[in-house]
């Protein structure tokens, strides 16, 4: 599975978009970028999931960069729910009863 | 449905002592899997299984013994606790059908003493 990066902290205002950024230069062809989150103490929860194109949900959007590279997951309207542990994570589709959590990013949403 | 349901919610064991941690779901996924949660880290697999009768181990496995007889119930059983199991733990399902995304469950906390 391809090494993730992502900063360990991000602040944002409750009503704004949440910009969220995962690096993942070593990703291969048959990789997805899937995005799942944990709230405090909860059971980490699945977001979003995409190959090369973007994708968007009725959570958040999803957007990979053309060479695969990077992505980033945005909140469009951030509220105080939104603020939890997020992971970007990289894997084979068939590898999903699998998945290899990091360190993720602590998002926090202010009043 | 009920998605994946965790059973106890918390326990407390003795060094030594034997438990089954509980996980059912009712959304007829194919794919389980169990994790441990240590304080301030990220989760990590212990074992996993893709269809009834089948188990395979993750990273963490030494201590733990699944089993996997029917599609709904994947139990995770704690041989002899240690104090180094004091986790939380949780339980998950993945729909392969979909995008293969896992449902986690509200975890089990489990404290050995």
């Known amino acids: 599975d391809a090494k993730t990066t992502q900063p360990p902290s991000m602040d944002c205002a409750e009503g704004r978009a949440a910009n969220l950024p995962c690096n993942h230069s070593?990703?291969?062809?048959?990789?997805?970028v899937y995005w799942y989150r944990q709230i405090h103490s909860q059971g980490p929860q699945y977001i979003i999931h995409g190959l090369k194109n973007n994708e968007t949900n009725e959570m958040a959007s999803l957007i990979i960069t053309e060479d695969r590279k990077s992505s980033t997951l945005i909140l469009p309207h951030a509220t105080l729910r939104d603020t939890a542990v997020y992971y970007c994570i990289v894997i084979k589709k068939t590898s999903g009863s699998r998945l290899t959590f990091g360190e993720g990013t602590q998002l926090t949403v202010n009043p | 449905n009920a998605g994946v349901t965790q059973t106890p919610k918390f326990q407390v064991l003795k060094t030594g002592q034997s438990m089954t941690l509980q996980c059912a779901q009712d959304m007829n996924h194919e794919y389980m899997s169990w994790y441990r949660q240590d304080p301030g880290m990220g989760l990590r697999l212990i074992h996993y299984s893709v269809g009834a009768g089948i188990t395979d181990q993750g990273e963490v496995p030494n201590g733990y013994n699944v089993s996997r007889s029917t599609t709904e119930d994947f139990p995770l059983r704690l041989l002899s606790a240690a104090p180094s199991q004091t986790s939380v733990y949780f339980c998950?399902?993945?729909?392969?059908?979909?995008?293969?995304?896992?449902?986690f469950g509200p975890g089990t906390r489990l404290t050995v003493t």
């Open positions: 998950a399902s993945t729909r392969v059908a979909g995008g293969y995304e896992q449902y």
């Open positions: 070593t990703i291969s062809g048959n990789e997805y």
